[in-house]
T-cell receptor
Framework: AQTVTQSQPEMSVQEAETVTLSCTYDTSESNYYLFWYKQPPSRQMILVIRQEAYKQQNATENRFSVNFQKAAKSFSLKISDSQLGDTAMYFCAFRPYVFGNEKLTFGTGTRLTIIP | DSGVTQTPKHLITATGQRVTLRCSPRSGDLSVYWYQQSLDQGLQFLIHYYNGEERAKGNILERFSAQQFPDLHSELNLSSLELGDSALYFC????????????FGSGTRLTVV
């Protein structure tokens, strides 16, 4: 079974600064996908970024980028030039690349607050 | 609008009652997943349907059941409700292959009183 660990329950940062959220996972699979989801106060779950484990290049989406370290089973999210709208819960999630087992396993989340 | 529609948005009911939550997946998505999000348990996987067939079960109580219909919409039935069943219930859909993330609905907030 896979597990996802987010060791930072809460973080805060000044607007326009850079913040990094940590995520580690445990799996015996060699191929898998990793995701970061954002849950703002509206409670909607929004996909922020995805990474395919067989790709060495780290994914980026505008101000969001990841640092994927497969050997260390680490998948951190970096938010650059943070904005007030980035205030949300952030969940790291894992999905194995196994047909018939496509469920996402989520971490417990990090509550991020952007301070004006 | 994510394309995944969940109804109702809010539901308040008494202990012992039965409710049905409905989900319409994004157009073209064959997979539907149900998750429960409570304050102390995080996001817990309940069940996965693919094109009308049950694909995987998670920590779903026997009092809970689900199905996916030929038009691909899904329903989650919760019966003999207890106070502890109060939670946010999410439905999500995906293109099954390819490793894309889910698209989530806005959730149904269930309060059992």
């Amino acid at each position: 079974a896979q597990t996802v660990t987010q060791s930072q329950p809460e973080m805060s940062v000044q607007e326009a600064e850079t913040v990094t959220l940590s995520c580690t996972y445990d799996t015996s699979e060699s191929n898998y996908y990793l995701f970061w989801y954002k849950q703002p106060p509206s409670r909607q779950m929004i996909l922020v970024i995805r990474q395919e484990a067989y790709k060495q290049q780290n994914a980026t989406e505008n101000r969001f980028s990841v640092n994927f370290q497969k050997a260390a089973k680490s998948f951190s999210l970096k938010i650059s030039d943070s904005q007030l709208g980035d205030t949300a819960m952030y969940f790291c999630a894992f999905r194995p690349y196994v047909f018939g087992n496509e469920k996402l396993t989520f971490g417990t989340g990090t509550r991020l607050t952007i301070i004006p | 609008d994510s394309g995944v529609t969940q109804t109702p948005k809010h539901l308040i009911t008494a202990t012992g009652q039965r409710v049905t939550l409905r989900c319409s997946p994004r157009s073209g998505d064959l997979s539907v997943y149900w998750y429960q999000q409570s304050l102390d348990q995080g996001l817990q996987f309940l069940i996965h349907y693919y094109n009308g067939e049950e694909r995987a079960k998670g920590n779903i109580l026997e009092r809970f059941s689900a199905q996916q219909f030929p038009d691909l919409h899904s329903e989650l039935n919760l019966s003999s409700l207890e106070l502890g069943d109060s939670a946010l219930y999410f439905c999500a859909s995906s293109i099954n292959e390819g490793g894309y993330g889910y698209t989530f609905g806005s959730g149904t907030r269930l309060t059992v009183v």
